[in-house]
């Protein structure tokens, strides 16, 4: 069931070929799961697109749906540019659905409350985290990306030998950082980031950033795994993608990692050249869970080493951008 609501901003509908709902609940017929859904954001219409046997979108099956944008929403970004994601939340649990935007309609519709109040500047375009780990003492990583993504330390060292500024030093035994989960982080698209200094390495994945659990991960960054090369997984459309390479980094030696998807591929890059691409397709669904650096509470694949200057973007970085944010530090 799909409820209207007044938490975001509402378009004045203008005459339209849209049929008005005819209630304040919605309910979408099964043809609806799936599909792409277009607003016009001229007429303040939603039009839906279903999707074919092979998950492409349908052009020749185009209809109304909605003629009242006033539900809520989540801005994303995504592979052709700036995308809008109506996030329906109802008996039948969440579903996500791309709608390309004009700017106009973007912020009347966009959920105010989902961006928190900051002092920092605003960061690069889809920044919805980073961590410099500069804060000198206590229990806490902040995120300077503005988006309050903060994290609590359970272990891990603060030391002044970071990248740039200071770093987090995990001992590969109980070390570990929790971001809490965060609407911001929950992105179909995704780029993270992360500079490295291992102590060793061993015959297992060790966790420089992961969103989800070492049971149902939505993606994770490896400095190194039983290949002993970095590495990294992803689960768009819930099918797990794993990516390893030989491009072997050294011990006691700073390496910049980074993990990328645009919706139609992953890919891999150490000190900002791409070492593995994998196709892939479809979002990395969004759910709720924590985002953690150099381990979690399982007590398995624990790092041993030294993260410094993550950055956590809703959209894929290019080569170019990768490459600038190896030279950026974090405040």
Same mark, same amino acid.
């Given at each position: ?9 509402r378009l004045s509908t203008l005459a339209s070929s849209c049929k008005p709902p005819e209630s304040d609940t919605i309910s979408p017929p099964d043809r609806y799961r799936g599909a792409l859904f277009f607003a016009d954001s001229i007429r303040g219409c939603i039009w839906s697109m ?156 060790? &966790? ?8 149902? &991960? ?103 951008? &990768? ?9």
């Amino acid at each position: 069931m799909l409820r209207r609501t007044t938490t975001t901003g509402r378009l004045s509908t203008l005459a339209s070929s849209c049929k008005p709902p005819e209630s304040d609940t919605i309910s979408p017929p099964d043809r609806y799961r799936g599909a792409l859904f277009f607003a016009d954001s001229i007429r303040g219409c939603i039009w839906s697109m279903p999707l074919d046997e092979q998950g492409e979108p349908d052009p020749s099956r185009t209809e109304p749906f909605l003629s009242d944008l006033s539900m809520p929403v989540k801005l994303y970004t995504g592979p052709e540019g700036d995308l809008l994601y109506l996030s329906f939340t109802g008996a039948n649990g969440g579903s996500l659905h791309r709608v390309p935007y004009r700017a106009p309609a973007a912020t009347a519709l966009s959920d105010a409350s989902d961006t928190a109040t900051s002092t920092h500047p605003p960061g690069p375009r889809g920044l919805v985290a980073e961590y410099g780990f500069n804060e000198g003492d206590g229990e806490v990583a902040v995120d300077s990306g503005g988006h309050r993504n903060h994290g609590e330390l359970s272990g891990p060292l603060r030391v002044s030998g970071g990248r740039y500024g200071d770093g987090l030093w995990f001992d590969g035994v109980d070390d570990w950082v929790e971001v809490p989960a965060s609407r911001s982080l929950a992105a179909p698209w995704f780029t993270v980031e992360l500079w490295t200094l291992p102590s060793s390495f061993r015959d297992r994945w060790q &966790i420089g950033a992961l969103r989800g659990s070492q049971r149902d &991960i939505e993606y994770g960054l490896y400095p190194s795994t039983p290949d002993k090369g970095p590495g990294a997984v992803a689960t768009p459309r819930r099918h797990r993608n794993e990516l390893t390479t030989d491009e072997f980094i050294s011990v006691d030696e700073w390496t910049h990692l980074a993990l990328t998807y645009d919706g139609r591929a992953l890919r891999l890059y150490v000190n900002g050249t791409q070492v593995r691409e994998q196709e892939a397709r479809g979002a990395v669904w969004p759910s709720d869970p924590a985002l953690w650096f150099g381990g979690t509470p399982a007590g398995e694949d624990l790092l041993h080493g030294i993260l410094d200057e993550i950055g956590v973007y809703n959209r894929a970085l290019s080569p170019a951008e &990768i490459a600038k944010d190896m030279e950026r530090p974090v405040d």
